[in-house]
């Protein structure tokens, strides 16, 4: 009867989080602390930081479903705990970066924030391949909080077999969530400015 307590207790959390993360993001994503008057610099330092760290959770990822197949549960916990908290210092991080720089257009060879025919002739299909990993990975971010959390929540409760089964479709995701995220950085970062 615990167990369900504890489902029931965190079945709001997850719901109110898995909502208001993707519309924080989405809000603040739209804020230049430059148009409010603040003078900030651009934290232009960060991406290859918050791609690196992508990187480092995808690793954490393996180590931790590699652990756990070894029946090694507490380097598990351990692992996939620090891998959410890589997810969330990745998030603070972007938000962070957005808010002080302009967005970089994928294809912007001459830096100067526009895209024009020629540019656009330069990177060719790659353009719509870049798009097509972006998009993929930005749906499949707000996708996998709720999965994340849920399959948290289940090993917390001590519910291993339901933990096992969603785990196995969070796992997937998650993953593809990190890699895809360097591969969104190593496409874009030619045209930072």
């Known amino acids: 009867m615990e167990e369900n307590t504890i489902d029931q207790k965190f079945n709001k959390f997850i719901i109110t989080v898995s909502i208001l993360i993707p519309l924080v993001v989405a809000i603040l994503f739209g804020v230049k602390l430059k148009d409010f008057g603040y003078s900030v610099q651009p934290l232009s330092f960060l991406p290859p930081i918050y791609a690196s760290i992508n990187g480092l959770t995808a690793i954490v990822l393996?180590?931790?479903v590699?652990?756990?197949?070894?029946g090694n549960r507490k380097l598990h916990e351990r692992l996939m705990t620090g891998a959410i908290c890589l997810s969330v210092?990745?998030?603070?991080?972007?938000?962070a970066y957005?808010?002080?720089?302009d967005s970089t257009k994928f294809g912007d060879v001459n830096h100067d924030g526009l895209l024009d025919l020629n540019e656009k002739a330069q990177v060719g299909y790659v353009r719509l391949v870049y798009?097509?990993?972006?998009?993929?990975h930005i749906i499949l971010s707000i996708a996998v909080i709720p999965l994340v959390l849920i399959t948290y929540v289940k090993a917390l409760a001590?519910?291993?077999d339901?933990?096992?089964k969603i785990a196995k479709i969070t796992f997937p995701i998650w993953l593809y969530v990190a890699v895809t995220g360097?591969?969104?950085?190593?496409?874009i970062s030619p045209y930072y400015v």
């Not at 590699?66 to 070894?70: G, T, V």
């Not at 360097?182 to 496409?187: D, K």
């Open 66 to 70: 590699a652990s756990i197949k070894k």
């Open 62 to 64: 393996v180590v931790a």
């Open 89 to 95: 210092t990745f998030l603070v991080m972007y938000v």
């Open 162 to 164: 339901k933990h096992k």
């Open 158 to 160: 001590s519910k291993f």
């Open 131 to 136: 798009f097509f990993i972006l998009i993929s």
């Open 182 to 187: 360097v591969i969104v950085y190593l496409m």
């Open 98 to 101: 957005h808010m002080t720089s």
